[in-house]
Structure formats: C-alpha cells, structure tokens
C-alpha cells in the first residue's frame, strides 16, 4: 500500500511538473514563435545575461516585425513595429499595464495584507482606488500645480550650480544629488524626509533592486541591500507623515494623500507606498543628464552651436548691483526659450533619449485581440515593446540611425511612404523613451525642464572635460533592466572649470507665469 502511494505520488509530481514546463500551444495568426537553445529557460538566461539588449538580439535574429517567445508556460510577444504599436495602442482596453500594478506595488513596497492599496482590480478592469490615485498623480504632474513645483526645483537647481566651484567630480554621482535634492525638496517642502546622505543613497539602492523585490522571493536574502534601503525610507517617510510634514508639501503628496485617507490605507501601508512615488520622477533624471552633458562636451562643434543658440534666443544680460552696492552683471536664462526657441539643445536632448533607451514596456492582453487583421495576440499573454529596437530602426529613422544626429529632430519634411508629417510620426510612432500614448509618463514635462535647466545652465557657465583626458563612453549597467536609460556601470571623473566669459557673472532662472 505504501508503494501504492508512493507511485501516486512521484506520478502526481511528474504531471504537475509536465503541465508546467510543456510549452503552451502556438496559433498560427500569433507573432511568430522564436525557441531558444535551452528549452524552458534559455530566453530567461538570455534577459538576465544581456538584460534588455537581449530584445535586440532577438530581433536581429528574426527580422520580424513581432515574435512569440515563451519562458515556462508564459507566453509574451515583442512588438518591433510601429505600426503594430499603434494597433496595440488602439486596443489599450484589453493591453493594459493595470494588472500588473497592484501585484508590482505590493511586492516593490512591501506591503501585507488585503487593503485597499492593493486591492484585487474591479470587473471593470481596475480598483476604485487605483483609478482615483491615478487620477490625482495626472491631475498634479500634468496640471497648473506642476508650474510651482516646477520653479521651487528649478530654483534649487541653480543654487546646487551656484555652490560648484572649479573642481574634480564624478559626474554621475554629482547629477543624482543635485536632481535628488531639487526634486524631494519641491515635492516634499521643508521637511523633506530625504534630506541627508543616508537617505538619498537608500533611494539609489532601493531603486537598484526593485526588480529582485518585484519577484518577491526571500527578499531579505535574495535582495539584502534593497530591502534594507526601502526598510529605511520606510521608516523616515513614517515618521514625515506623524509629523505631519505634508501640511507644507506640495499638491503632489497632498492629493495623494487625502485619496489615501479616504480609502482608510494604514499610515505604514502610506509610507511603503510613498517609497516607490519618487522613484519615477528620479530614477532616469540623473542618467538622462549624465549622456545629455557627455554628449554636448564630448562634441566641441555641438557645444558651441548650442551656446550660441542660448545666447541668441535665451539669454538676457543687465547690470545689477551685488549686496555691497558694487556694479556686477546678471544673466538671465529664460527657461521658456530654451524650451521653445533654443530648437538644436531640445533636439539634442532628444536623440540623447533616442541612443540611450533601455525601457521596453509591459502590457497585459486580458483578451483575445487581433492587430492590423495580422497577427492574434491571446489572451493572459504579455506585451513588451522594446524601445532599444524602434529607437534605432533605420526604417523610421534612416540609414543613419546608429549615429548620434541630433538635427534629425530638426526635419520636418514629409518621409517617403509617411503620408504626413515626418517629425510627427517619429514622436508618436518610432520615439519610445517616454512610452506611447496611452501610456506616456505623466512625469516627463517635470523632468524635461529639470534636465533642460541644469544642462543650460552648466553649458554656458562651465567647460567640463574627462580627468583621464578624451572622451571615453562607461560600461554600461545592462542588467538595469526597470530604468527606461541606461545608466553607466562605472563613474566617470570630470574637470569643472569656470569659462573665463562669464567668470564674475550672476546668473538666474525666468519662468513666465502659469507656464513649466
């Protein structure tokens, strides 16, 4: 009899085991299917070895515009196309982000227990609570309240340029600080809960290690650092909330705040959500900056086309005296013409994004759904499309794609077969750094005029050269595979020396009013 069961058993188990690693079933309308070497795993090893430039392998090696693989029993298609990519746009109903949010939300911040910040989606597709946090993040960075966070950032932005002097500083390391304070100071107000050392880095390690949390296996083991980190902002962002630090924050955590409150959410279960709430509006600043400044130095040409465009379109010089009565000259760097009038550093900033795309988004198929009458996507299957890929396809962007060309973003001629505005169709269809609509980041016009200001400001006031002496690109983090820019795996040491020009020169920020 023991024998009996003893087979029933190791039966059982094999049958479990087979269900789980026999690979679901193909359709033939589905994306093409792309096996890997090793059965099961082999694409699995392949994201964590390459991280996301592992999309881009794949799709060198099928010329496709969508495959099928699966990992286990998961099957997830990579869309390459744009034009599939507005198909799928079309039907964000049914390709939706949501169901992934509250089991992504709950895992990253630690959150126990059923409550309503992590409440099971409605029918409808999404939680009543979801909905109206949603709801008041978008109110906030993409309304009028985001024009005086906006200039409360931006004015500590320039104070961090003014306190630098000529000196020696690892470039990246330096950016994170500065971008760090300006931020957590606009949001947070005078008792800004990330206001010291030890804060600021448990941010960066917390951030680094949202991807071993999400998975939320032994997270005390597997991501040690991480979970210490968020563990310490948890606790500091508990005791801003007793204190009630948020009387003087901005409408960003007040809103958020009040549709907490109403959900009835425990106050730690407000500040493990707050952990992961800065982390968008900070994890890709500090690297956008860092490429955006290596980029412009690195290209003397560039650098002094970009200047003398500041100075033409949005530099104002007038005397002023300083605190001791003493004539001085004051400069003013509008920030409105730089967005609008200053055409070659916007689109400089831009192909910076282009080359240096490392997201690829995550979509949920809740249904059966066809593309452009072409390929079947199957329901409780996932969506990514890699922006690393239709960053760089010669197909929307020319022959030249690889090649750092910040005045393609000055063409706006009509491109072979586009049938319209060629500037337009890029932004929409081919430039994925910031997402496609529906699911752009409601964050990006905050962080644009942060990157915008820091990067004009240190354009015109300093010359910043390598210490070991050229140009040379850092390694890069590959395995970072959350953050939609790739950051470099190692620092980089730069010279910062004042330019004889503007040496004794004041400098400030003008925005016009009701304008970010």
């Not at 029993?73 to 992934?100: D, N, V």
């Not at 990067?455 to 970072?480: C, E, Q, T, Y």
Request: aromatic content about 8%.
């Amino acid at each position: 009899m023991e024998q009996f069961y003893l087979h029933l058993l190791v039966l059982l188990v094999l049958s479990i085991l087979l269900r789980f690693l026999i690979a679901p079933g193909h359709a033939p309308e589905e994306p093409p299917l792309v096996s890997s070497r090793i059965p099961f795993i082999g694409h699995l090893i392949g994201l964590a070895r390459y991280g996301n430039r592992y999309y881009v392998r794949l799709s060198a090696q099928s010329q496709l515009p969508a495959i099928t693989i699966n990992i286990f029993r998961q099957k997830i298609y990579l869309i390459y196309s744009p034009g599939l990519l507005a198909a799928a746009q079309r039907h964000a109903k049914y390709i939706s982000f949501e169901p992934f949010a509250a089991l992504a939300i709950r895992r990253a911040a630690g959150i126990k227990g059923n409550g309503p910040i992590v409440s099971s989606s409605s029918e409808k597709g999404r939680s009543s609570f979801d909905k109206q946090m949603k709801d008041a993040v978008h109110s906030v960075l993409l309304g009028e309240a985001m024009v005086g966070i906006t200039r409360a950032s931006v004015a500590a932005i320039k104070k961090s340029v003014d306190d630098l002097r000529s000196t020696e500083v690892d470039l990246l390391t330096w950016c994170r600080h500065v971008l760090t304070m300006a931020t957590t100071d606009s949001i947070y107000g005078p008792m800004n809960p990330y206001r010291n050392r030890e804060a600021e880095a448990a941010i960066w390690e917390f951030d680094s290690g949202l991807g071993k949390l999400t998975l939320n296996f032994a997270q005390r083991f597997i991501a040690r650092e991480a979970y210490q980190a968020r563990e310490k902002l948890v606790k500091r962002l508990l005791e801003y909330f007793e204190k009630c630090g948020y009387i003087n924050a901005s409408s960003f955590v007040q809103r958020r705040l009040e549709v907490e409150r109403k959900a009835s959410a425990t106050l730690e279960d407000i500040a493990r959500l707050e952990t992961l709430m800065v982390l968008p509006l900070l994890s890709n600043s500090a690297p956008s900056t860092f490429w955006v400044l290596f980029d412009i130095f690195s290209r003397l040409d560039l650098l002094e086309e970009i200047r003398k465009e500041i100075v033409q379109n949005a530099l104002q010089f007038k005397p002023c005296d300083d605190s001791m009565g003493k004539p001085k000259q004051m400069c003013t760097l509008n920030m409105n013409n730089i967005r609008d009038k200053c055409p070659l550093l916007v689109a400089t900033w831009q192909e910076t994004l282009r080359l240096r795309a490392n997201t690829a988004s995550v979509r949920f198929v809740s249904k059966d759904t066809k593309l452009n009458d072409t390929y079947l996507l199957k329901a409780n299957s996932i969506v990514q499309t890699p922006a690393n890929v239709l960053n760089v396809d010669p197909n929307i962007w020319g022959p030249d794609a690889h090649l750092y060309n910040p005045r393609r973003f000055l063409d706006t001629r009509a491109s072979p077969g586009a049938g319209g505005d060629r500037k337009r169709d890029r932004k929409w269809n081919g430039f994925m750094t910031f997402g496609a609509s529906p699911w752009t980041c409601p964050g990006r016009h905050f962080a644009t005029a942060q990157i915008l200001a820091l990067v004009s400001l240190l354009v015109m006031k300093f010359d910043i050269s390598p210490v070991a002496g050229d140009w040379v690109s850092p390694r890069i983090n590959h395995r970072s595979m959350a953050l939609a820019i790739s950051i470099p795996a190692e620092g980089l040491m730069v010279n910062v020396v004042t330019r004889k020009e503007v040496k004794g020169i004041d400098w400030e920020f003008q925005m016009m009013e009701g304008k970010a």
